[in-house]
């Protein structure tokens, strides 16, 4: 089945750096998502990129994919302390009139104020 | 004001007895799918269902059923729950089609999530 994995695991930075965060996955996709949670919350959907995207942008966020590779990063620039949360990618397959999106371990992100 | 809704939100229960986790949407998706949060292994998928009465196994269905009799509801039913599955449970929705700027389609709308002890 689909695994993704994200690096690094957790992420300390101070406020005003850019955060990079970088997913890996193993079978093919349709899309590839990212989603933030804050401690124990439910996840929120931040951008989506389909598969045949490389760059995608939403206000300070940047998200790359490179299919050959089997590999996307989530950039934030300018961080905030508002920031701070948990960020996981998530891999759209479908196939057979089914579709699946299947996380990764998620990183947690810390911005010092 | 569009949203998932979980209940119950936390719950102890003791291990065999039966419990169901309610799951309900109001944006008419069609995709709707559970999933288990827990330390060091993120999200992993339980069940999802694709339409109403079409539902299919995730990565870790054992110990869980589910049902898709209408298209707004997906209980997750434990019908003998074990300690292995104190978790914290996330039911999601979303549209299906070919993801675009506009229709907001297979992005996951997620509850606020059910937090299970079984003791």
């Known amino acids: 089945s689909q695994q993704g994995e994200e690096d690094p695991q957790a992420l300390s930075i101070q406020e005003g750096e850019n955060a990079t965060m970088n997913c890996s996955y193993k079978?093919?996709?349709?899309?590839l998502q990212w989603y933030r949670q804050n401690s124990g919350r439910g996840l929120v959907h931040l951008i989506l990129?389909?598969?045949?995207?490389r760059e995608k942008h939403s206000g300070r966020l940047r998200v790359t994919l490179d299919t050959s590779k089997k590999s996307s990063s989530l950039l934030i620039t300018a961080s905030r302390a508002a920031d701070t949360a948990s960020y996981f990618c998530?891999?759209?397959?479908?196939?057979?009139?089914?579709?699946?999106?299947?996380f990764g371990k998620g990183t947690k992100l810390s911005v010092i104020p | 004001e569009a949203q998932v809704t979980q209940n119950p939100r936390y719950l102890i229960t003791v291990t065999g007895k039966k419990l169901t986790v309610t799951c309900s949407q109001n944006?008419?998706?069609?995709?709707m799918s559970w999933y288990r949060q827990d330390p060091g292994l993120g999200l992993r998928q339980i069940y999802y269902?694709?339409?109403?009465?079409?539902?299919d196994k995730g990565d870790v269905p054992e110990g869980y059923k589910v049902s898709r009799k209408e298209k707004r509801n997906f209980p997750l039913i434990l019908e003998s729950p074990s300690p292995n599955q104190t978790s914290l449970y996330f039911c999601?929705?979303?549209?299906?089609?070919?993801?675009?700027?506009?229709?907001?389609?297979?992005?996951?709308?997620f509850g606020a999530g059910s937090r299970l002890t079984v003791l």
């Open positions: 999601a929705s979303s549209s299906w089609g070919t993801p675009n700027l506009f229709s907001g389609a297979n992005v996951l709308t």
């Open positions: 079978t093919s996709i349709n899309n």
């Open positions: 990129i389909r598969s045949n995207e």
């Open positions: 998530a891999m759209g397959s479908s196939g057979a009139g089914s579709y699946q999106l299947t």
């Open positions: 944006m008419n998706h069609e995709y």
């Open positions: 269902s694709m339409n109403v009465e079409v539902t």
